[in-house]
């Protein structure tokens, strides 16, 4: 039983379209991945690698599939 409701039409993708999609959006819209930084901290957020993009998308989708199964 959930708590909420998810229509047939949502389109379902596996770990490897997952993180093809996010490469995509990360390469397409001028590195729009970003490092994060502490509010108030003279630092200036740095693009993430390709690498790390990978590595996020694996770990949320792994997270997102475990709490969700």
Known sequence: MRD??????VTTLTK????TRQLTIHNTEGHAFM????????QSP???SNT????TAETW?????TKNS
Request: proline share 7%.
């Open 4 to 9: 909420y409701y998810v229509p047939d039409t």
């Open 16 to 19: 490897a379209e997952f993180v």
């Open 35 to 42: 490092t994060q930084v502490e509010p108030g901290s003279d």
């Open 46 to 48: 740095v693009a993430l």
């Open 52 to 55: 790390e993009v990978t590595t």
């Open 61 to 65: 989708y792994d997270a997102f599939v």
